[in-house]
Nanobody, 127 residues
Framework: QVQLAEFGGGLVQAGGSLRLSCAAS????????MGWFRQAPEKEREFVAA????????RYADSVKGRFTISRDSAKATVYLQMNMLKPDDTAVYYC????????????????????WGQGTQVTVSS
């Protein structure tokens, strides 16, 4: 059974940094694409970043390019989202997700393409 659990959310001032972690069990991180998404109140879940199964292809939303970095430590079965220069607009619940199918090339950016989800972690950025 696949289980994903996010950690590292919290309250931070604008301009600050946070690192989110997503611990995975039941499935290899190196076989399926992983993604980070976020959802603010009364808004649809939106794509943040994704990594292909090989780690070769990375994808970022335009709103976070240059500020956020997705990475993984396969030995620890953990995917990270380093978030720098945070803005109040980054306030949301952040979720990690994993595909159930093998892909080649860029990982998908639609949340509908991901099959396993964590419970989410709240990130609040104050102005």
């Amino acid at each position: 059974q696949v289980q994903l659990a996010e950690f590292g959310g919290g309250l931070v001032q604008a301009g600050g940094s946070l690192r989110l972690s997503c611990a995975a069990s039941g499935r290899s991180l190196s076989t399926y694409a992983m993604g980070w998404f976020r959802q603010a109140p009364e808004k649809e879940r939106e794509f943040v970043a994704a990594m292909s199964w090989s780690g070769t292809f990375l994808r970022y939303a335009d709103s976070v390019k240059g500020r956020f970095t997705i990475s993984r430590d396969s030995a620890k079965a953990t995917v990270y989202l380093q978030m720098n220069m945070l803005k109040p607009d980054d306030t949301a619940v952040y979720y990690c997700a994993q595909r159930s199918r093998v892909d080649y090339g860029l990982p998908p950016f639609s949340y509908r393409e991901y099959d396993y989800w964590g419970q989410g972690t709240q990130v609040t950025v104050s102005s």
